[in-house]
């Protein structure tokens, strides 16, 4: 029993000190460097979510400066994302899906499909025309427990490799999103800073460059998913 407990007090403790870091990163943006202090996830380690995101959702995201504010005469972006269960009951984010309603939202008929690594939860493959592919492999993350009854903190660092003409071109983007429970709805600020690739043909002008935006997820109902 004296085990157990000491057991239940390490897992809140840890628990804290991943709420602390994360909070921490978050106010420190933009000013993040590589290498990010995020673990790399295992081959089959997905990113877990809390129940209140179960289902399917229509994402409304916004554009915001630096300070918060809108950026004036820039059109949001719509689409929808969904999460569901895996074999151990976790909620995890039905990422084929996800990937290509964003994609579709944002390029339309250059994307072609987006393919899932059958062994290996953190990589997939978007095909768009003229025999470009991208590669995208998550290879750092922290979050803060699924448990949480009304908000989350997800930071995931991915790795993107544009590969068509010429050399593959390299990338690499942090994604840190603080997710709040809004009634119904759940409200999200999410907060980005790219960077060059390491190695082979880089874009240089990725260096640094920082985007922030404002998320809105409303629920859909099953005919509507």
Not at 22 to 38: G, I, N, Y
Not at 88 to 98: A, Q
Not at 107 to 118: A, F, I, K, N
């Amino acid at each position: 029993m004296l085990l157990q407990l000491v057991s239940v007090q390490s897992a809140a403790a840890a628990s804290d000190r991943g709420i602390d870091f994360l909070e921490q990163r978050f106010e420190s943006w933009p000013q993040w460097s590589l290498p990010a202090p995020l673990p790399r996830p295992r081959a089959k380690q997905d990113l877990i979510y809390p129940d209140w995101f179960s289902g399917t959702w229509q994402v409304t995201s916004e554009a915001l400066d630096d300070s918060g504010q809108a950026i004036p005469d820039d059109r949001p972006l719509v689409h929808k994302v969904r999460f569901l269960r895996n074999r151990r009951n976790e909620l995890i984010g039905d990422r084929p899906y996800n990937a290509t309603s964003v994609g579709k939202a944002l390029l339309g008929e250059q994307l072609l499909s987006v393919e899932q690594d059958p062994n290996q939860v953190n990589r997939q493959l978007a095909r768009f025309r003229d025999d470009v592919l991208l590669e995208t492999t998550v290879i750092g993350r922290r979050e803060t427990s699924p448990k949480a009854a009304s908000d989350f903190f997800s930071d995931e660092l991915v790795l993107q490799i544009l590969h068509g003409p010429g050399a593959p071109r390299l990338s690499r983007i942090e994604t840190l999103t603080h997710y709040e429970r809004c009634g119904p709805d759940i409200c999200a600020d999410q907060r980005q800073v790219s960077h060059a690739g390491p190695g082979l043909k880089t874009d240089q002008t990725l260096e640094g460059r920082s985007s922030r935006f404002r998320l809105t997820l409303k629920p859909l109902r099953l005919d509507e998913g």
